[in-house]
């Protein structure tokens, strides 16, 4: 299967290549500066007599406060790209078999306790509507089968979220955010490109799938583990206030809580290798903690 991966630097991306490459798939990558998806049509040597897209490509939510500019650029390097590379695949002639979007489980919005699934409706929020956009933009696509994969927060051993937390911790101590209570749904890199491979393979998925584990924590809870993992100290909670001050609207992404139970991928059978978060920092322990 020729597969095209854009987005294929990024943590995702550069572990996804890597195993379709071991199962003796073509790994067609897309990346800057080879392909900025947000002004260029996408490459239709690249394209051409593909079977499949996974679309990862996305500016960092996190990098930078979201001023009105940031905000656009985050949604046009999701949509635009998207949008580039259908003009690319009619260039290239080609009736694309499977599309395969990343999306995230912030589509939910704030949703404090509430137990979510992939039929839960959508939040109102940035975050919420930049995901429903990246979604919509995959459906326009055309492909004959395509997947929403809502990414919740990635665990990996090369960088992500551990990596920016874990030295914070170390030098200042192990803070929760504001009350603590809300709710983080995540997923080790592994369990989560094993779930794009599924996606690859099951000819009868398609539409939304949450990529979570099926314990999700809250803020507290994943502040003290982690806190043990590193043997730290505990510091005072970081008041919602002065994370607003600090972040502006980039705040809501700290503070905002979605509980996602994995509800396509349990009905399936799969087997998660980190189904809990102390497991997944068994497995990261001495790489970036």
Not at 3 to 17: E, I, P, S, Y
Not at 150 to 175: D, H, Y
Request: glycine share 8%; aromatic share 8%.
């Amino acid at each position: 299967m020729k597969v095209v991966v854009t987005g294929a630097t990024g943590l995702v991306g550069k572990a996804l290549c890597k195993r379709l490459q071991q199962e003796g798939h073509e790994v067609a990558p897309l990346s800057r500066p080879d392909w900025d998806g947000e002004r260029d049509i996408a490459p239709v040597a690249a394209l051409r007599n593909c079977d499949a897209i996974v679309h990862l490509a996305g500016e960092n939510i996190a990098a930078h406060r979201w001023t009105a500019a940031r905000k656009k650029h985050l949604v046009e390097s999701r949509v635009t790209s998207a949008k580039n590379l259908k003009l690319g695949l009619e260039q290239a002639g080609v009736s694309l078999k499977l599309f395969i979007s990343a999306s995230a489980v912030g589509v939910f919005g704030d949703r404090g306790d509430e137990f979510l699934s992939e039929d839960s409706k959508p939040g109102n929020d940035f975050l919420a509507e930049l995901c429903q956009a990246w979604e919509t933009a995959s459906d326009d696509i055309g492909a004959k089968r395509t997947v929403k994969a809502r990414f919740g927060v990635v665990l990996s051993r090369s960088g992500g979220f551990l990596a920016q937390v874990s030295p914070l911790f170390k030098r200042v101590g192990a803070s929760r955010l504001g009350d603590g209570k809300q709710w983080l749904s995540w997923i080790h890199i592994d369990d989560l490109v094993e779930v794009l491979m599924l996606a690859l393979r099951l000819n009868d998925w398609c539409g939304p799938v949450d990529v979570v584990a099926p314990h999700p924590l809250t803020n507290a809870e994943w502040t003290r583990e982690l806190k043990l993992k590193l043997n730290t100290f505990s510091a005072p909670p970081v008041p919602a206030f002065a994370l607003r001050l600090l972040y502006g609207e980039l705040s809501e992404a700290l503070l905002s809580s979605q509980r996602v139970i994995p509800k396509k991928l349990e009905h399936l059978g799969f087997q998660w290798k980190y189904p809990t978060f102390k497991e997944a920092l068994d497995q990261i322990t001495g790489e970036v903690c």
